[in-house]
């Protein structure tokens, strides 16, 4: 068996990339309160299920997702 060289170590982190950010931002959207929801005025259960259908049935359209909701709406919440 060898070791992996270069080429695949790149390919095994942005397949990680592409599954770790948007888990972590469906997790985030998940433990996000109501109320914190309903005072940004967003719509949990919407983005829930963008961010699970883009990231599982839609590949690295699930990256992008994730990267909008991490980037304009969970800093419209108010700190925990």
């Known amino acids: 068996m060898s070791a992996l060289g270069p080429i695949e170590l790149v390919i095994i982190l942005v397949l990680l ?3 770790v950010l948007p ?3 469906i997790v ?3 433990l996000r309160p109501d109320s ?3 005072a940004a005025d967003q719509n949990k ?3 829930v ?3 699970a259908v883009a990231t ?3 590949g690295p359209v699930g990256l992008v997702v994730a990267i ?3 980037v304009s709406v969970r800093p419209k919440f108010r700190p925990r």
């Open 28 to 30: 985030d959207a998940l």
């Open 56 to 58: 599982f049935l839609l």
């Open 68 to 70: 909008v909701y991490l």
């Open 23 to 25: 888990i972590w931002a």
């Open 36 to 38: 914190q929801w309903a």
């Open 17 to 19: 990339l592409l599954l």
């Open 45 to 47: 259960v919407a983005w």
């Open 49 to 51: 299920v963008a961010l």
